[in-house]
């Protein structure tokens, strides 16, 4: 029982690490992202 138990709590702690990983890069990646115009106007001036 102790060894299924150790192996619940390696589970539990790789699922832990493998989110924070993603929500860090998220993080990152989402303020990097390029910012979106309000309007965008042609060369004759229209929006």
């Known amino acids: 029982m102790k060894t299924q138990k150790k192996l ?6 790789v699922v832990a690490f493998s989110f924070a990983v993603l929500l860090y890069y998220g993080k990152e990646i ?3 992202a390029p910012p979106i115009p309000e309007q965008v106007a042609l060369t004759d001036g229209t929006l």
């Open 8 to 13: 619940w709590i390696a589970f539990a702690a």
């Open 30 to 32: 989402y303020q990097q």
